[in-house]
C-alpha cells in the first residue's frame, strides 16, 4: 500500500474548512505549547456546542473564555441547558488546595459526560495533560490522562522551543525528554528532537488508544521560517505514520494555517 499525503497549504483567505470536526468527536489535548488556547481556538470553530473539560487541574482564571460553566451534575440533570451557547466548560468547580485551580473531571463522570454529550451530536475537548507553561514535554509514567473513549489525541508542540537548549526552563519532564530523543542536557531542539519525541512509544502519544487518531498540532508557527520548518516536521511525521493528521497553527492570532492528512490507498 502507498502512503498518500492530502495537503492543505497556507491560505488564510480559505481556513474555514480547517479542523472542522465530526460531531461527537472526543478530543484529548496533550503536550505543551498552547493547549488551552487551542481547546478555546477549536471550540470555537466548530457549528455545534462544544463541551471542554480537564482529566487533570487547570487555573480557574483560564476557562473564564466559556459562554458557560457547568458541572458534571448540571449537565447530566439537564442536557439541553447548553442552549444556544458554543463554548460550554464542564467540570466540578471547587479548588485544588488553594492553587487557584481545579480538578479534573473523574472517570464516572466523564462517562456519563460522555454518553449523554453523544445523544446531542455534541463534541468533546479535553485537556488531558499539563505543561506547566512550557513549548515542549514529554510525559511522566502517570502521565497523561486520557479517557478511553477518546477518538483523537491532539498533541501539542510550541515550535518557539526550536533553536534552545534542551533545559527545565524550555522543556517539561526534561529527564523524559531527553530519555525520548536520546539526547543530552543542554542539547539543542531541532526538528529531528520533535520527529524522535512524538515517534517514542513513551512520547507524545503516549497512552493513545489504539483506534483514536493521531494528531500533531504545531503552534507558533509565527513567522515564514517557523512556517517552513513546521511543514517539513509535517510531511516527515506523516510520512512515517507517526501522525495521521497535523495542524499548524498560528494561536496568539487565532490563526489556523494548515491541515495536513495522512491517507492510505
Not at 460553566?69 to 441547558?81: C, G, K, N, Q, Y
Not at 512520547?203 to 504545531?218: N, Q, V, Y
Request: proline share 5%; aromatic share 4%.
Amino acid at each position: 500500500m502507498e502512503n498518500i499525503l492530502r495537503k492543505t497549504r497556507p491560505d488564510l483567505s480559505s481556513s474555514a474548512g480547517i479542523a472542522i470536526l465530526r460531531p461527537g468527536s472526543i478530543v484529548s489535548f496533550v503536550g505543551g505549547g498552547g493547549k488551552t488556547s487551542a481547546l478555546f481556538s477549536l471550540a470555537r470553530r466548530q457549528r455545534r456546542p462544544v463541551l471542554l473539560t480537564t482529566t487533570t487541574k487547570v487555573g480557574f482564571n483560564q476557562i473564564q473564555a466559556a459562554d458557560r460553566i457547568l458541572t458534571p451534575r448540571d449537565f447530566s440533570a439537564e442536557p439541553e441547558i447548553v442552549g444556544a451557547e458554543r463554548v460550554i466548560w464542564v467540570s466540578e468547580l471547587h479548588g485544588n488546595g488553594g492553587t487557584g485551580k481545579i480538578s479534573g473531571i473523574s472517570d464516572a463522570d466523564f462517562a456519563e459526560l460522555a454518553r449523554r454529550a453523544a445523544k446531542f451530536g455534541y463534541s468533546i475537548l479535553i485537556e488531558a495533560d499539563g505543561a506547566h507553561r512550557r513549548s515542549i514535554k514529554a510525559p511522566e509514567k502517570h502521565e497523561p490522562v486520557i479517557p478511553p473513549e477518546t477518538t483523537a489525541v491532539a498533541a501539542c508542540i510550541g515550535l518557539s522551543v526550536l533553536d534552545r537548549p534542551a533545559t527545565d526552563e524550555s522543556v517539561h519532564r526534561l529527564a523524559r525528554y531527553l530519555d525520548c530523543v536520546g539526547g543530552q542536557p543542554g542539547e539543542i531542539i531541532n526538528e529531528e528532537s520533535i520527529l524522535r519525541l512524538i515517534a517514542h512509544p513513551e512520547g507524545s502519544f503516549k497512552s493513545t488508544p489504539g483506534s483514536a487518531e493521531r494528531i500533531l498540532l504545531l503552534n507558533q508557527a509565527d513567522n515564514e521560517d517557523l512556517l517552513g520548518r513546521a511543514l517539513k516536521i509535517a510531511d516527515r511525521a506523516l510520512s512515517a505514520a507517526s501522525a495521521d493528521r497535523v495542524w499548524i497553527t498560528r494561536l496568539n492570532r487565532g490563526e489556523w494555517l494548515c491541515e495536513m492528512t495522512r491517507s492510505v490507498k
